[in-house]
């Protein structure tokens, strides 16, 4: 297993991980999931994500359950979770000082531990102040519940007027990111936070590097009875197969097999490996149904040599989907 720095920190985070989205309680029971993770521990993957929204709290459950069965060293570990969506009582919802101090109390309890080693807001909450943010998030980390506090899904110019706040106030700013991040997904890593990364020192944890199953290749002949999309719940998801920009995307993920084909590995392989060529990536959290997922994810870390710039330059060929960076006057 590789270990890459995170962000500008001295933690170091396996460069696969593994996340419980949708899988745990949904898709897989404890049984399951017990196996998935071992996998992934005996491969070297340090870094675990879970989110109080995943199965309303039993994801979080399901994890803790299992780690106290396997009697991991904690300080072996990264452990996660995301706050935002924690219930529905008006106080719930969104990052008031009052739901991260609540909600990270149910998560350390959920989870069977007294802290969390990164701690996330799951999505921008346009109706608390980013300060009341930063301040609740500092809070945390100086109770010793968390020691990293970051964002998912948040604007590049919220991200740093957190960072401004908590370096005027003599807070604890934010560190990591975690965004959506594919082949079909660039804007946010390959544009929006290009500039963060050396300005606030920003760490990456991707998450759906396989597009939700879809840089598979497994939907290349229609939709599987037994898939995650078809859970209820995840029509939105259903939606983005078979919509016509879903169906665009199939045809260039048949020909992207055929590009991993050529070099005699899989798809999901070459698909992985493509986000750990990232240099601005410091981990990619994957996920699965079943431990031989898992087993199949982690050779990613193998073929990563074998993506090299005429590869990469073929790949970009089908996708056609490069984020253009800003023009630069002074050249």
Same mark, same amino acid.
């Given at each position: 297993?590789?270990?890459?720095? !995170?962000?500008?920190?001295?933690?170091?985070?396996?460069?696969?991980?593994?996340?419980?989205?949708?899988?745990?309680?949904?898709?897989?029971?404890?049984?399951?999931?017990?196996?998935?993770?071992?996998?992934?521990?005996?491969?070297?993957?340090?870094?675990?994500?879970?989110?109080?929204?995943?199965?309303?709290? /039993?994801?979080?459950?399901?994890?803790?359950?299992?780690?106290?069965?396997?009697?991991?060293?904690? +300080?072996?570990?990264? !452990? +996660?979770?995301? !706050?935002?969506?924690?219930?529905?009582?008006?106080?719930?919802?969104?990052?008031?000082?009052?739901?991260?101090?609540?909600?990270?109390?149910?998560?350390?309890?959920?989870? &069977?531990?007294?802290?969390?080693?990164?701690?996330?807001?799951?999505?921008?909450?346009?109706?608390?102040?980013?300060?009341?943010?930063?301040?609740?998030?500092?809070?945390?980390?100086? &109770?010793?519940?968390?020691?990293?506090?970051?964002?998912?899904?948040?604007?590049?110019?919220?991200?740093?007027?957190?960072? /401004?706040?908590?370096? #005027?106030?003599?807070?604890?700013?934010?560190?990591?990111? &975690?965004?959506?991040?594919?082949?079909?997904? #660039?804007?946010?890593? @390959?544009?929006?936070? %290009?500039?963060?990364?050396?300005?606030?020192?920003?760490?990456?944890?991707?998450?759906?590097?396989?597009?939700?199953?879809?840089?598979?290749?497994?939907?290349?002949?229609?939709?599987?009875?037994?898939?995650?999309?078809?859970?209820?719940?995840? @029509?939105?998801?259903?939606?983005?197969?078979?919509?016509?920009?879903?169906?665009?995307?199939?045809?260039?993920?048949?020909?992207?097999?055929? %590009?991993?084909?050529?070099?005699? %590995?899989? !798809?999901?392989?070459?698909?992985?490996?493509?986000?750990?060529?990232?240099?601005?990536?410091?981990?990619?959290?994957?996920?699965? +149904?079943?431990?031989?997922?898992? %087993?199949?994810?982690?050779?990613?870390?193998?073929?990563?040599?074998?993506?090299?710039? @005429?590869?990469?330059?073929?790949?970009?060929?089908?996708?056609?989907?490069?984020? /253009?960076?800003?023009?630069?006057? #002074?050249?």
């Amino acid at each position: 297993m590789e270990y890459r720095y !995170l962000g500008k920190s001295g933690l170091k985070v396996s460069a696969l991980s593994f996340g419980a989205w949708v899988t745990f309680h949904d898709q897989v029971g404890e049984d399951i999931a017990y196996g998935c993770m071992k996998e992934a521990y005996d491969a070297g993957v340090n870094f675990f994500d879970n989110a109080e929204a995943y199965a309303a709290g /039993q994801a979080e459950v399901m994890m803790g359950n299992i780690i106290k069965k396997l009697g991991w060293k904690r +300080s072996d570990l990264v !452990l +996660s979770t995301k !706050l935002f969506w924690g219930g529905s009582g008006p106080n719930d919802t969104g990052l008031s000082r009052k739901h991260i101090f609540e909600g990270t109390n149910a998560a350390l309890k959920r989870l &069977q531990t007294d802290y969390v080693d990164l701690i996330f807001c799951h999505r921008p909450d346009f109706h608390t102040p980013v300060e009341e943010t930063v301040r609740a998030m500092d809070h945390v980390i100086n &109770q010793g519940k968390a020691l990293y506090w970051g964002t998912s899904e948040w604007p590049a110019d919220r991200i740093m007027e957190a960072y /401004q706040v908590a370096r #005027r106030e003599n807070l604890i700013p934010p560190l990591m990111e &975690q965004p959506e991040y594919n082949m079909f997904r #660039r804007d946010k890593i @390959e544009k929006e936070y %290009i500039r963060l990364y050396d300005t606030v020192g920003l760490g990456t944890t991707i998450w759906s590097p396989l597009a939700s199953g879809l840089l598979t290749g497994k939907y290349n002949d229609g939709v599987p009875d037994e898939t995650r999309i078809n859970l209820k719940g995840y @029509e939105w998801l259903k939606n983005l197969f078979t919509s016509e920009e879903g169906k665009a995307k199939i045809n260039k993920v048949r020909n992207l097999k055929g %590009i991993a084909d050529d070099l005699s %590995i899989t !798809l999901p392989e070459m698909s992985l490996a493509w986000c750990l060529k990232n240099p601005n990536v410091s981990t990619v959290i994957t996920g699965a +149904s079943k431990p031989e997922q898992v %087993i199949q994810n982690m050779k990613a870390l193998e073929v990563v040599d074998k993506l090299s710039d @005429e590869v990469m330059d073929k790949i970009e060929e089908v996708l056609e989907n490069k984020p /253009q960076q800003e023009y630069d006057f #002074r050249g």
